[in-house]
């Protein structure tokens, strides 16, 4: 085993926090970019703050940039690789130990009720929004909460029967 001296501990600390910056910028930059029609360069922004995130091995802001370069697939039309980005969100949360936070966990579930819905699965699709639903209400998200609602609505409308039992208990919350 190799001992570690306090300034090999402060120096990989430095380094966290030089990626976890690093990664903030570049997410930031891609937003900038995004809104301003510039896709390709959003796009590349993202995927090299996912690199600086998994270099570092800093899962948060890995999960939360997996989860923003979903959002850009999706805004696409891309849902299967959209799908594929939220679901290693949502991993990449459960193994730092935040599967089930409220504050993280609803956002990929809510893009994936989406997901499903593009793909024809109202059953998967009423699941996420529901499930999602919860954790927006947990953590007191009220903007989150609508647009469960908005989902579940879309779900709904989708199955053609009037709706979901699981779509009909979420909209009731």
């Known amino acids: 085993l190799l001992k570690r001296t306090r300034a090999d501990e402060l120096s990989a600390s430095r380094g966290a926090v030089r990626a976890w910056g690093e990664n903030r910028t570049l997410v930031g930059l891609a937003e900038i970019a995004l809104t301003q029609g510039k896709f390709e360069t959003g796009e590349a922004r993202l995927e090299e703050a996912v690199r600086v995130a998994r270099a570092a091995s800093d899962g948060w802001s890995l999960a939360m ?4 370069l979903g959002d850009l697939e999706r805004s696409r039309g891309a849902h299967t690789r959209a799908g594929e980005l939220y679901e290693e969100s949502l991993a990449v949360f ?3 130990g935040l599967a089930d936070h409220p504050l993280q966990r609803p956002h990929p579930m809510h893009n994936l009720g989406y997901v499903a819905l593009a793909a024809g699965q109202v059953d998967e699709a009423a699941e996420r929004f529901a499930n999602a639903l ?3 209400q947990r953590a007191g998200d009220r903007r989150g909460v609508a647009e469960c609602l908005i989902g ?7 199955d053609g029967r009037g709706g979901r039992t699981t779509a009909d208990q979420a909209l009731r919350y």
């Open 65 to 68: 940039t997996l989860d923003a």
């Open 94 to 96: 459960a193994q730092i």
């Open 134 to 136: 919860l954790g927006y």
């Open 152 to 158: 579940s609505g879309a779900t709904a409308a989708a």
